[in-house]
């Protein structure tokens, strides 16, 4: 091999880290998996976090569940929604 100098980091050294990055990104994907995304669907929004979500202000968050558009969700006192109810929503399919 011929002796190559990028920016002060020799070959072997580049190599390495190239290595390191590769598996590291390898052990994220891994992690993600079909399970994960599974999980983020299921993820719960607050009543602001899911107007921010869909870009709409709270009141129009309130009357679409007003309107059985879209269903706010109760835990105990606090109202909430499932990410994968606004993800339905957005792609217009309503109970």
């Given at each position: 091999?011929?002796?190559y100098q990028l920016i002060g980091i020799d070959?072997?050294?580049?190599?390495?880290?190239i290595?390191?990055?590769?598996a590291k990104?390898?052990?994220?994907?891994?992690?993600?998996?079909?399970?994960?995304?599974e999980a983020q669907l299921n993820v719960v929004l607050s009543r602001q976090e899911a107007a921010d979500f869909?870009?709409?202000?709270?009141?129009?968050?309130?009357?679409?569940?007003?309107?059985g558009e879209l269903p706010a969700r109760?835990?105990?006192?606090?109202?909430?929604?499932?990410?994968?109810d606004l993800l339905n929503y957005?792609?217009?399919e309503t109970r």
């Open positions: 091999m011929s002796n070959l072997d050294s580049l190599v390495s880290i290595r390191q990055v590769v990104e390898l052990q994220l994907i891994k992690f993600k998996g079909p399970n994960n995304q869909l870009g709409i202000s709270t009141t129009t968050l309130w009357k679409l569940d007003k309107s109760r835990i105990k006192t606090k109202v909430v929604y499932y990410k994968n957005l792609n217009g």
